[in-house]
């Protein structure tokens, strides 16, 4: 498998120049070179053979980091740094790598199977057997943003950058992708780092890496098109706090956008990309959610009624109030109320 002998020549022949040592069975060199490539995590041996036999290539591809690493003894990994802002792609290109998703539920990437974790926003573990070796990638988190910006036109929140799952795999495009990136640092090992054709190079990997990823974040029930799950201009952030705290009061559209220092038409057409509805209707979901919750709270014996609770919330029509509230929530208030009271 091409894979395999990643990093180590060049299409000469010649071995690809390296400014660190290549094999050490040292755990403090082994750990210094992985906290620079990397970031610094938490590494313990597994088993009897607790000696490494560590095998370390690294180019620069742009900004990203490509490695060809083995530790050359069963470990588990974890801890990883999220101060560092990077994410990891992980390929396995020979043994196992069993990669934990949530806290019992775990993930073996066969050969030519990668496993990706962005550690600047999650927890991430990896068992890996003695004779694993992984060709693995560090980028950058605002890397990816970057990306993410430029091809879906917006950068999505943490519930996506959170989700850990596995691509590529023997004939696929995004293993055949990897292969041509080895194939090109072959070429040119010394000019990767800088110039066009690393950038371009970095370009590709992470526009694919990102095409991939949201597949299989949409397959899982996570739909990053929708706006919802898209980063928000802080001024919408405040303005939903605003509302939230406010939404009793029934303020302006206008004087919330006053409260949060922008205006009426940026923050409706912020609203409408980046939350998919207009302020108003932010508002009045607001409201209704207000009511369900004081309904719900109610002291059976304080007498309190739904006509003063929908009062509370600027609710003048009870008639319509009802019919809106029903809508909503799919039963009357005065159900709810008796809910609460049985």
């Not at 060809?68 to 043994?95: H, K, M, Q």
């Not at 990669?99 to 890996?128: K, M, N, P």
């Not at 009802?322 to 009271?341: I, M």
Request: aromatic share 8%; charged share 20%; with cysteine.
């Amino acid at each position: 498998m091409l894979l395999e002998h990643a990093l180590l020549a060049d299409v000469s022949g010649k071995p690809i120049r390296q400014h660190h040592k290549i094999h050490s069975t040292d755990w403090d060199e082994i750990s210094d070179w992985s906290d620079r490539v990397y970031m610094p995590y938490r590494v313990l041996p597994v088993g009897h053979a607790i000696k490494p036999q560590a095998s370390m290539h690294s180019s620069r591809i742009g900004e990203l980091t490509l490695t060809r690493f083995g530790y050359g003894v069963a470990v588990n990994v974890d801890d990883f740094s999220p101060e560092a802002g990077n994410a990891l792609l992980l390929t396995t290109i020979r043994g196992n790598a069993r990669h934990w998703t949530q806290r019992s539920v775990t993930q073996d990437t066969a050969i030519g199977e990668s496993f990706i974790a962005d550690c600047s926003r999650v927890d991430y573990r990896v068992d890996l057997d003695p004779d694993h070796l992984q060709l693995n990638l560090t980028i950058p988190h605002v890397v990816l943003e970057r990306l993410a910006q430029q091809w879906l036109g917006f950068v999505p929140d943490d519930q996506f950058w959170r989700y850990k799952c596995t691509i590529g795999g023997v004939g696929s495009s995004w293993l055949s992708l990897l292969k041509y990136a080895v194939r090109c640092v072959a070429e040119n090992p010394e000019h990767m780092a800088e110039g066009r054709i690393g950038a371009h190079l970095e370009q590709s990997l992470c526009f694919h890496l990102l095409h991939e990823w949201t597949g299989r974040a949409a397959q899982a029930g996570l739909d990053v098109n929708n706006p919802m799950n898209r980063i928000a201009p802080r001024y919408v952030r405040a303005a939903e706090e605003f509302m939230r705290a406010n939404a009793a009061s029934l303020p302006t559209i206008g004087e919330v956008a006053s409260a949060v220092g922008t205006s009426v038409r940026a923050l409706s057409g912020a609203f409408s990309r980046f939350r998919g509805m207009t302020p108003g209707a932010f508002m009045r979901e607001q409201r209704l959610q207000g009511v369900h919750r004081d309904l719900l709270a109610t002291d059976p014996e304080s007498g309190a009624t739904v006509s003063a609770i929908a009062f509370r919330w600027g609710y003048l029509n009870l008639g319509e109030f009802a019919g809106v509230y029903r809508k909503r929530f799919s039963e009357l208030p005065s159900q709810t109320l008796q809910r609460r009271l049985r």
